[in-house]
């Protein structure tokens, strides 16, 4: 059975910190491109994060670029999120996603987690 399951959201100030993991069984973990996703209510999902498989070349979106650091670890069957320099406009539900190909969109394709909620509020 595939489970993806994230953990690490919480209350932050704004410039703060937190780690999101997003631990992986069912599957063959490293042979699974990772990426993470965000959803504000009311807007669409939105990409945050890719990492391929093998070389591990990481994909950011623009607003996040230079603040969050994807990474996986592939002994653990774990993904991960490294947010810093966190902004109200971060505030979001955050979900890990697994998929056979390199993908940017947000489409309901490959296996999901639940998600984890993350408020960055004063």
């Known amino acids: 059975q595939v489970q993806l399951v994230e953990s690490g959201g919480g209350l932050v100030q704004p410039g703060g910190s937190l780690r999101l993991s997003c631990a992986a069984s069912?599957?063959?973990?490293?042979?699974?491109?990772m990426s993470w996703h965000r959803q504000i209510p009311g807007k669409e999902r939105e990409m945050v994060a890719v990492?391929?498989?093998?070389?591990?070349?990481?994909t950011y979106s623009g607003s996040v670029k230079g603040r969050f650091t994807i990474s996986r670890d592939d002994n653990k069957n774990t993904l991960y999120l490294q947010m810093d320099s966190l902004k109200p406009e971060d505030t979001a539900v955050y979900y890990c996603?697994?998929?056979?190909?390199?993908?940017?969109?947000?489409?309901?394709?490959?296996?999901w987690g639940q998600g984890t909620q993350v408020t960055v509020s004063s």
């Open positions: 996603r697994a998929q056979t190909y390199y993908s940017t969109n947000s489409d309901e394709s490959g296996f």
């Open positions: 069912g599957f063959t973990f490293n042979n699974y491109f």
């Open positions: 990492i391929t498989k093998v070389d591990k070349y990481k």
